[in-house]
């Protein structure tokens, strides 16, 4: 059986600022610079969360200098 089918904790899934997405468990305090997104549940559910939701790989501040280099 694989660990992540008997893990039972709770986790929560969690952004930085360059919108880049993480699971944490949820009864430990967040590193600095990370923030809850709002999802919680096992890290299966969280993991398939982030799957939906981060569809752009790249930190958001390279998404902005390429932006600016696209607009000229």
Known sequence: MAEEDTDERT???VLNDE???SVWLADRELP???HA???EG???ECLAHIG???TDMR???LRR???RAARG
Do not use: D, I, K
């Open 65 to 67: 200098q390429m932006e």
């Open 52 to 54: 939906t939701v981060w």
């Open 59 to 61: 930190p958001l501040s």
């Open 42 to 44: 096992t890290r299966a």
């Open 37 to 39: 997104e709002g999802t």
């Open 32 to 34: 600095l610079g990370w």
């Open 11 to 13: 986790y929560r899934v």
């Open 19 to 21: 919108e880049q997405y």
